[in-house]
């Protein structure tokens, strides 16, 4: 029951860092679409060059795919976070469910009392 909530939430989490990286690659297209106006708006008044205005095109560009790249270096790097946390709260698992084994052998052979196993138990049980 536990796992499967947790794979939910890093399913979640991939769902939510591509709409991130989605959102991201948009306000840069569009960042670059009025730019790219400004700067044919510039070229009409013969404020600069059609030359230049290239040039200014070109390294916007550059700039856009540079920011791009970033925003998806972050967003794997971020994915890979979850995976691994998602590794560890598998394994603390499997490892809660052997202490409870424990406990349960404990109880039977008389060593703890049913309102110790009880209270270690609901204990374990919140971790997972």
Not at 25 to 31: L, M, N, T, V
Not at 91 to 97: A, G, M, P, Q
Request: glycine share 8%; aromatic share 4%.
């Amino acid at each position: 029951m536990g796992i499967s909530k947790k794979k939910t939430q890093e399913t979640k989490k991939g769902g939510y860092i591509d709409k991130f990286l989605k959102r991201a690659d948009k306000a840069i297209q569009e960042g670059l679409k009025k730019a790219d106006e400004v700067l044919d708006e510039a070229v009409e008044l013969g404020e600069i060059t059609a030359k230049q205005a290239s040039k200014a095109s070109k390294e916007f560009s550059e700039k856009a795919k540079k920011e791009n790249l970033k925003l998806q270096k972050k967003g794997i790097a971020k994915l890979n976070e979850g995976i691994s946390l998602a590794k560890k709260m598998t394994v603390n698992t499997k490892e809660e469910l052997k202490m409870l084994e424990k406990l349960g052998e404990l109880r039977k052979s008389g060593i703890l009392t049913e309102k110790e196993f009880q209270e270690k138990k609901k204990k374990i049980l919140s971790r997972i």
